[in-house]
């Protein structure tokens, strides 16, 4: 089955720009829908969006003005870009494959802190 | 967005019992909804899909049911690796919505 792994910076300041990258092993990026997920301290998860192989993406309209995502299917990762963040963005950040039907496998998550 | 009500928030219970959780849709998702069981530091696991599906090398235990609005998750005898946090989402209409979460402590 295919594994992803999260990674980036763990400390973003405010009104930068947070950078992740998920890499994708066991299988390559396709047709499927390639997600990123976050979940704050003591909530639950909420869907960021997601990105195919083609480049199409869709956002959480939450999200939409501060996201983008891209897609290396040469390097098999997919990456998302969040800016301005600010403290209400400090989470643990998830990346996942959406199959049409399940959301899964998840990444183990990279923990971002929003702090100066 | 869909909006998830699941209820409720927390839960205490013993090792053997039946322990029921559930989730209710704004608007009818048909039976496009899964379960996940989180434990502290680690990612979500799918247990159940399309709301009555049961993920290989998940124990029988855990069943799912409903269809439109209103759906059950059950685990039939709490066992002590049970204890964790649960979570629905809906995947019938973008943006994918979860629920806010049960937590299933030791009572």
């Known amino acids: 089955q295919v594994q992803l792994q999260e990674s980036g910076p763990g400390l973003v300041k405010p009104s930068e720009t947070l950078s992740l990258t998920c890499s994708v092993s066991?299988?390559?990026?396709?047709?499927?829908?390639w997600s990123w997920i976050r979940q704050p301290p003591g909530k639950g998860p909420e869907l960021i969006g997601y990105i195919q192989e083609s480049g199409r993406a869709n956002y959480n309209p939450s999200l939409k003005s501060r996201v983008s995502m891209s897609v290396d299917t040469s390097q098999n990762h997919f990456s998302l870009r969040l800016t301005s963040v600010t403290a209400s963005d400090t989470a643990v950040y998830y990346c996942a494959v959406y199959d049409g039907h399940n959301l899964d496998p998840w990444g183990q998550g990279t923990q971002v802190i929003v702090s100066s | 967005a869909i909006q998830v009500t699941q209820s409720p928030s927390s839960l205490s219970a013993s090792v053997g019992d039946r322990v029921t959780i559930t989730c209710r849709a704004s608007?009818?998702?048909?039976?496009?909804l899964a379960w996940y069981q989180q434990k502290p530091g680690k990612a979500p696991k799918l247990l159940i899909s399309d709301a009555v599906t049961i993920q290989g090398g998940v124990s029988s235990r855990f069943s799912g049911s409903g269809s439109g609005t209103d759906f059950t998750l059950i685990i039939s005898s709490l066992q002590p690796e049970d204890f964790a946090t649960y979570y629905c989402l809906q995947d019938h209409i973008f943006p994918w919505t979860f629920g806010q979460g049960t937590k299933v402590e030791v009572k």
């Open positions: 066991g299988g390559s990026i396709n047709s499927d829908y």
């Open positions: 608007q009818g998702i048909r039976t496009d």
